[in-house]
């Protein structure tokens, strides 16, 4: 439908004009709610814009195995360990999926892999905090997987077809995940005086960098205005980090815990929370490599590519075989 106009062009050729024929009809089928598919036109930019969004997402989930990866070993109970394991193992899924959306962009995986083991990629801040203690566990599903689901809902009816069919699935499982962490949270809240403050200590050093994983403000949010007339993005950073608090703040109350925010108010006329000023210096560091963490889970990516060399030359192999004894019958 979206190259109607093209078809009736003149003998003279005028690639501007085909150009800007092209993006009206582009911009009228996202106005309409049309899905944008992989083989469809589609403008430079806007390819150039999911490719950046999608792997930097699908990098997050892959960094963000290593620091709920560090309690596997040490989950409090055979129960907690499985539970761990599958959260673990999903979002490795996650990761996956996501780069199968990118790659339908016409980008290579090995690409997109090599951008962020070198580090030209980026990848959520969150990730680059360490997991101190096992009430850790709790906060990332809580908070962090609670954040995740608030920005990835709308990211189910993104304009771009397999982009939005991947986060359907996995938003249901992160779903699951938010719940598993605030049950631990819930747990531990009911628990000695030691594990309350053990949740009361995680919530405290998690909280304010779960809202950082909105990105900057929206006066700051360099991408945010195309994104959105591009419904990549349905609603903005800001809009995004204010629903999480409003949802965040009644499930603290519920088990117990204190928020760290000293401004945090609620305001009776609009029903939300005010919360206080974020250390976006903070914020600035660790996107520039200097959080807690960041050294390490490169390093851990990257001991973990080299590492998995042979798998992925066994399947190389294998498929070469196949290949040739397809080719051969
Ligand atoms: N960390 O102009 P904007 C998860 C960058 S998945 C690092 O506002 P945009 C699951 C941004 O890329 C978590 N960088 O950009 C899980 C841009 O840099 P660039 C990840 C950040 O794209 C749970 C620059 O700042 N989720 O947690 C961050 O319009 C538990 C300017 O920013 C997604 O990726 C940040 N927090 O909006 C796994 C969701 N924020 O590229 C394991 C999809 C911003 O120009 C355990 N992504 N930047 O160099 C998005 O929705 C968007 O990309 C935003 C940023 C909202 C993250």
Same mark, same amino acid.
């Given at each position: 439908?979206?190259?109607?106009?093209?078809?009736?062009?003149?003998?003279?050729?005028?690639?501007?004009?085909?150009?800007?024929?092209?993006?009206?009809?582009?911009?009228?089928?996202?106005?309409?709610?049309?899905?944008?598919?992989?083989?469809?036109?589609?403008?430079?930019?806007?390819?150039?814009?999911?490719?950046?969004?999608?792997?930097?997402?699908?990098?997050?989930?892959?960094?963000?195995?290593?620091?709920?990866?560090?309690?596997?070993?040490?989950?409090?109970?055979?129960?907690?360990?499985?539970?761990?394991?599958?959260?673990?193992?999903? @979002?490795?899924? *996650?990761?996956?999926?996501? =780069?199968?959306?990118?790659? %339908? /962009?016409?980008?290579?995986? $090995? #690409?997109? &892999?090599?951008?962020?083991?070198?580090?030209?990629?980026?990848?959520?801040?969150?990730?680059?905090?360490?997991?101190?203690?096992?009430?850790?566990?709790?906060?990332?599903?809580?908070?962090?997987?609670?954040?995740?689901?608030?920005?990835?809902?709308?990211?189910?009816?993104?304009?771009?077809?397999?982009?939005?069919?991947?986060?359907?699935?996995?938003?249901?499982? @992160?779903?699951? *995940?938010?719940?598993?962490? =605030?049950?631990?949270?819930? %747990? /531990?809240?009911?628990?000695? $005086? #030691?594990? &309350?403050?053990?949740?009361?200590?995680?919530?405290?050093?998690?909280?304010?960098?779960?809202?950082?994983?909105?990105?900057?403000?929206?006066?700051?949010?360099?991408?945010?205005?195309?994104?959105?007339?591009?419904?990549?993005?349905?609603?903005?950073?800001?809009?995004?980090?204010?629903?999480?608090?409003?949802?965040?703040?009644?499930?603290?109350?519920?088990?117990?815990?204190?928020?760290?925010?000293?401004?945090?108010?609620?305001?009776?006329? %609009?029903?939300?929370?005010?919360?206080? #000023?974020?250390?976006?210096?903070?914020?600035?560091?660790?996107?520039?490599?200097?959080?807690?963490?960041?050294?390490?889970?490169?390093?851990?990516?990257?001991?973990?590519?080299?590492?998995?060399?042979?798998?992925?030359?066994?399947?190389?192999?294998?498929?070469?075989?196949?290949?040739?004894?397809?080719?051969?019958?």
């Amino acid at each position: 439908m979206y190259t109607q106009g093209l078809d009736q062009k003149s003998d003279a050729v005028d690639p501007q004009r085909d150009d800007e024929v092209r993006l009206r009809q582009f911009q009228a089928r996202i106005d309409q709610e049309e899905k944008i598919e992989a083989k469809d036109w589609m403008p430079d930019a806007y390819r150039k814009t999911l490719i950046r969004q999608i792997s930097q997402h699908a990098h997050s989930e892959i960094v963000g195995m290593l620091p709920e990866g560090n309690w596997i070993t040490r989950a409090p109970t055979l129960r907690r360990k499985a539970i761990l394991l599958a959260k673990v193992q999903d @979002e490795a899924g *996650h990761g996956l999926y996501l =780069y199968s959306a990118a790659e %339908t /962009l016409g980008v290579s995986r $090995d #690409e997109l &892999i090599d951008q962020m083991l070198t580090g030209k990629a980026k990848y959520s801040s969150i990730f680059n905090y360490p997991t101190l203690t096992w009430a850790d566990i709790g906060a990332i599903g809580w908070l962090v997987d609670g954040a995740a689901i608030m920005n990835q809902i709308p990211l189910c009816r993104c304009s771009y077809g397999p982009y939005a069919r991947a986060m359907v699935r996995v938003c249901k499982e @992160e779903s699951f *995940h938010q719940r598993q962490g =605030y049950e631990i949270m819930l %747990t /531990l809240s009911r628990g000695s $005086d #030691e594990q &309350i403050r053990m949740a009361q200590d995680a919530l405290n050093r998690w909280w304010w960098p779960s809202l950082m994983m909105f990105g900057p403000g929206d006066a700051d949010s360099k991408h945010s205005a195309q994104s959105m007339a591009w419904k990549i993005k349905r609603f903005s950073n800001d809009e995004l980090r204010q629903k999480f608090v409003d949802v965040t703040v009644p499930q603290a109350d519920y088990i117990g815990l204190k928020m760290p925010d000293p401004d945090l108010r609620k305001n009776d006329e %609009t029903g939300h929370y005010k919360y206080g #000023e974020i250390d976006w210096e903070e914020f600035m560091q660790v996107l520039a490599g200097n959080g807690p963490c960041n050294r390490e889970r490169l390093e851990s990516r990257q001991h973990a590519h080299a590492e998995g060399q042979w798998v992925r030359d066994a399947a190389t192999a294998y498929a070469e075989k196949q290949a040739a004894r397809q080719a051969a019958a």
